[in-house]
């Protein structure tokens, strides 16, 4: 990037309505990039939050009254003739109907059916096209928000913990991490563990990362791989990203540019809150895991005490979802 460029810093609203329905409105006349398809919002005052600036943009552009909005992801995109900071956030709740107030016009789209692969921009409604920036929250946009990781810790214990994954996946559950550090069987049974997880991910439709813990032999046969934080920083130094989905533990601010630099997909942060199984070590609480939510520049899962029940407050606080080795994920 340039420092010649304007730099503009903007908030745009992912509106989603109750049926998972993604509202795009379609840049007019007059403007730059006129015809493209974006995500409503503007530019962000002096002196306002994200949230305001989107709460206020929403009701200039549309005419509706955000009541829920979510802090997601903070996007940099370089544009011919400017840099733009894109804070993105999900709108699920809303006053009123929204309507084209600058002449644009709108339409619900289903994000799965919006096409990211087959050409340089995603293809919108009508064959159009969206701004170049909207192609990584749409990405984003298809990452659950619950993410299982596992703590089977012995072969007599698998066949229980196998039965409450089925449950769950069963219920919705779609990301699952295998991760078995203190392994108290034999390598092979260890094996056995992984092979039947990620089976049973597979039968249902849910993706299965493996944590860098184990032999990188697995990694290709995973759908993924979450890498340690020291592991991550070894790989950028490799310069060998793993193939697949690529999660990266972080706790601090290198752990993020780590992350930034590896172009991960996402990054799982904490501890968020005390848990047991940190003991002694200070939680980021939620104020710090904002800040390094906002630094991350991609979907940011919480750890650390993490439940359906905190699910809501780490949403308003920057993460996307939640990640946890105990506690139910799924209703």
């Known amino acids: 990037m340039t420092d010649s460029k304007p730099y503009i810093r903007v908030a745009a609203g992912l509106i989603i309505d109750s049926r998972g329905r993604l509202l795009l409105g379609q840049r007019p006349e007059g403007k730059a990039w006129p015809g493209w398809w974006e995500f409503p919002g503007g530019k962000i005052e002096a002196g306002e939050t994200v949230e305001q600036a989107l709460v206020r943009e929403l009701d200039e552009e549309l005419g509706i009254r955000a009541t829920c909005v979510y802090p997601w992801v903070v996007h940099v995109h370089e544009y011919p003739k400017t840099i733009v900071e894109l804070a993105f956030c999900q ?6 109907e929204p309507q084209g107030r600058e002449n644009q016009a709108l339409d619900w789209v289903d994000p799965w059916e919006i096409r990211l692969d087959e050409s340089e921009h995603p293809i919108g409604p009508g064959g159009g096209s969206l701004l170049p920036a909207a192609a990584p929250p749409l990405r984003w946009l298809r990452l659950p928000t619950r993410y299982r990781i596992s703590r089977i810790g012995h072969p007599d214990r698998l066949a229980g913990w196998l039965a409450d994954l089925r449950q769950e996946l069963l219920r919705g559950l779609q990301l699952v991490q295998f991760r078995e550090p203190g392994w108290e069987g034999d390598p092979a049974s260890l094996r056995e563990a992984f092979l039947a997880a990620l089976a049973l991910c597979r039968q249902h439709g849910a993706r299965c990362l493996v944590n860098s813990v184990h032999p990188t032999a697995w990694w290709s046969e995973a759908d993924g791989v979450q890498l340690r934080a020291g592991d991550a920083a070894r790989v950028l130094r490799d310069d060998t990203r793993p193939p697949g989905w690529l999660g990266v533990s972080a706790h601090t601010a290198d752990d993020i540019e780590c992350a930034r630099q590896l172009q991960a997909d996402f990054v799982v942060l904490g501890h968020a809150l005390d848990t047991d199984s940190h003991p002694g070590l200070p939680a980021l609480g939620w104020e710090r895991f904002r800040a390094l939510a906002d630094a ?9 005490g993490q439940s359906l029940d905190t699910l809501d407050v780490a949403r308003r606080h920057g993460a996307h979802g939640i990640a946890a080795i105990r506690g139910m994920l799924v209703s």
Do not use: L, M, N
Not at 91 to 96: L, S
């Open 91 to 96: 709108v699920t709740a809303w006053e009123g």
């Open 296 to 304: 991350a520049g991609r979907p940011v899962f919480a750890i650390g």
